[in-house]
């Protein structure tokens, strides 16, 4: 009795089985679209629109032993022999694998998981997704009279020691350019210990880690104790230092010596908006900007030529350049584009002037800000024995900030989902 009864069940177990593996099966399709595209379905999704893939891009994209060098993850397919015309010749789905293997007209198989054609699929909102959220965050403009509620503050021990709070101070930067660290120890080190947190300091002819302070006969306009008005440092450099770190180690008695910021991008967009004709000068017209000088025995003569407001191919906001001190006597444009410029120019010092938002940080805070966004300065102050101010700064670089806030990304999201995130 017991043999027949176990048969009734395995024929049962192997029907449903067989009905499992038809339902899984419908919830995947893919085809050939003219050999030129390959459609992907996910039917059981809640957007179960087809994805369209380009199959030389598939094709390019293979991530087979001879195609893809894992280790280094970096494509290693043959250029020199690539066909662009390449159709796919036969397309299959494994439903249970959730993948899609393709057999192309140069005889070659590849096979894609659906996941990673997911995060890589062409319609516009999954690329903006891509552009904005792991890419880089998209910047959130801000007029000077929201500062105080859109500049985050965090603990210097929770960025050193956490995951997290490391993480939530990058996007912030990211997003609104400026953060302020607090309750940092006394001591010189801070910047190196912040920048080594990140990734490593960006050295420049002024050193790794510089005082702000006065200094009788000083070289550079940032040490006197005059006020400093609104700029980005160094815009001579093509490349110029992205990211400031200020600690504040001894502030001013005085009632002198604050901070002033503003938004760059946010005075560029009321430039724009308030006079375009103004705008279009600042953004195609360049500008010579040097520096000549001598530090620790080194002489240096630094010049780069950039318009004032600088844009990407998309019109998007790129880098900042501003400093009155650092501009060139020499203005290599046509005759005709001088006046129309300085008249342009003044315009955009003058809105950004009034959108200035002063404060005064105290021993302990370390403000971090974009350099190649925000417009920063200083009131003046009385300088004396009694009296000093007491500044250790360091520079980051973008590329070092947003490789550091993927990876963060990526681990979160491995911890989160038990998988990777986004890879090459």
Not at 80 to 87: A, I, L, M, S
Not at 130 to 148: E, S
Request: hydrophobic residues 35%.
């Amino acid at each position: 009795m017991i043999a027949p009864a176990f048969g009734a069940l395995t024929r049962v177990a192997r029907s449903y089985v067989s009905h499992l593996q038809k339902v899984v099966f419908r919830h995947l399709s893919a085809s050939a679209e003219e050999g030129k595209y390959v459609l992907v379905q996910r039917h059981k999704s809640c957007d179960n629109a087809p994805m369209r893939f380009p199959s030389v891009w598939l094709r390019d994209n293979c991530y087979c032993e001879q195609c893809f060098h894992k280790s280094s993850k970096s494509r290693r397919i043959d250029w020199d022999h690539f066909d662009t015309e390449v159709v796919a010749l036969d397309v299959q789905v494994d439903s249970v694998a959730e993948q899609v293997v393709i057999k192309w007209s140069d005889q070659h198989t590849s096979t894609y998981d659906l996941k990673w054609l997911r995060e890589r699929e062409f319609s516009d909102e999954r690329r903006q997704q891509y552009l904005n959220g792991f890419y880089r965050p998209k910047p959130k403009h801000w007029a000077g009279q929201q500062f105080k509620e859109i500049t985050e503050t965090f603990k210097f021990q929770d960025v050193m020691h956490t995951d997290d709070a490391l993480q939530q101070w990058l996007e912030a930067l990211a997003v609104r350019g400026v953060v302020i660290i607090e309750d940092a120890p006394l001591e010189n080190t801070v910047v190196r210990q912040l920048a080594d947190r990140v990734g490593f300091i960006r050295r420049t002819t002024y050193g790794e880690e510089f005082i702000v302070q006065a200094k009788p006969g000083a070289k550079n306009y940032a040490y006197l104790s005059d006020p400093l008005p609104l700029h980005t440092d160094l815009p001579y450099y093509e490349y110029k230092p992205s990211v400031n770190i200020l600690h504040c180690v001894v502030q001013s008695k005085s009632v002198g010596g604050s901070n002033l910021l503003v938004d760059g991008f946010h005075i560029a967009d009321r430039l724009r908006d308030e006079h375009p004709a103004d705008y279009r000068i600042l953004t195609e017209t360049p500008v010579d900007w040097n520096d000549i000088g001598s530090e620790d025995g080194r002489s240096f003569h630094n010049i780069w030529r950039a318009p004032v407001i600088c844009l990407d191919s998309d019109g998007n906001y790129t880098r900042i350049n501003h400093s009155i001190p650092q501009r060139d006597s020499h203005f290599s444009v046509p005759l005709r584009a001088v006046i129309p410029w300085y008249q342009a120019y003044a315009k955009f010092v003058r809105l950004a002037r009034r959108d200035g938002f002063a404060f005064k940080t105290k021993p302990g805070d370390v403000l971090t800000f974009n350099n190649i966004r925000l417009l920063h300065g200083r009131t003046g102050y009385d300088d004396s024995e009694q009296n000093v101010r007491y500044i250790v700064g360091a520079y980051l670089d973008w590329d070092i900030i947003y490789s550091k806030l993927r990876v963060l990304k990526s681990a979160q999201a491995e911890s989160l989902n038990g998988g990777s995130a986004l890879q090459q």
